[in-house]
T-cell receptor, first 111, second 113 residues
Framework: GQNIDQPTEMTATEGAIVQINCTYQ??????LFWYQQHAGEAPTFLSY??LDGLEEKGRFSSFLSRSKGYSYLLLKELQMKDSASYLC????????????WGAGTKLIIKP | SQTIHQWPATLVQPVGSPLSLECTVE??????LYWYRQAAGRGLQLLFY??????ISSEVPQNLSASRPQDRQFILSSKKLLLSDSGFYLC????????????FGQGTRLTVV
């Protein structure tokens, strides 16, 4: 089976940097995705990693280490609008390419 | 460009009443389609997925059913709602190949009273 763990909640200060970790136990996966979800809204895609290493997209970066079984999402220059939940998801190896979701990390940004 | 429509946005239904939530996708063909439920402060629970017309896979035994009468239409139904069916329902589509992201509809907030 597959298991994905994320911290339930984190707090950070506007303008700062925060790292949200995602650890997983799985026999294999194709890629790892990060989504942002504001309260009461649908998740929106942020980034994904297939190979080990860092993927940078503006203020957001995502890192993957398959050998260590973890990923993180790095948010720089935090803004109040970054207050949201951040969901980590693995794309499984099955032929239907389903995503297996973590419970998400609620990020609270304080002024 | 591709778009996904899900409606209604909010719904309040009495216990025992039927349910029909609809989701349609535009701008793509033969998408993989998904219905998720999300309890407050929790992750996404996959309810059903479909890789083609008339093909429905159920992930969790429950009071709900799904149908895909057309390539880009996915419907979530119930004959008799339970209080425990309350939640945030999300429809999503994804291309049927590796490492492509899923796109979500706006979601439906269902409250069973």
């Amino acid at each position: 089976g597959q298991n994905i763990d994320q911290p339930t909640e984190m707090t950070a200060t506007e303008g700062a940097i925060v790292q949200i970790n995602c650890t997983y136990q799985t026999s294999g996966f194709n890629g790892l995705f990060w989504y942002q979800q504001h309260a009461g809204e649908a998740p929106t895609f942020l980034s994904y990693n297939v190979l080990d290493g860092l993927e940078e997209k503006g203020r957001f970066s995502s890192f993957l280490s398959r050998s260590k079984g973890y990923s993180y999402l790095l948010l720089k220059e935090l803004q109040m609008k970054d207050s949201a939940s951040y969901l980590c998801a693995l794309q499984g190896m099955d032929s239907n390419y389903q995503l297996i979701w973590g419970a998400g990390t609620k990020l609270i940004i304080k002024p | 460009s591709q778009t996904i429509h899900q409606w209604p946005a909010t719904l309040v239904q009495p216990v025992g009443s039927p349910l029909s939530l609809e989701c349609t996708v535009e701008g793509t063909s033969n998408p993989n389609l998904y219905w998720y439920r999300q309890a407050a402060g929790r992750g996404l629970q996959l309810l059903f997925y479909s890789v083609g017309i008339g093909q429905i896979s159920s992930e969790v035994p429950q009071n709900l059913s799904a149908s895909r009468p057309q390539d880009r239409q996915f419907i979530l139904s119930s004959k008799k709602l339970l209080l425990s069916d309350s939640g945030f329902y999300l429809c999503a589509w994804k291309a049927g190949r590796m490492n492509t992201e899923a796109f979500f509809g706006q979601g439906t907030r269902l409250t069973v009273v």
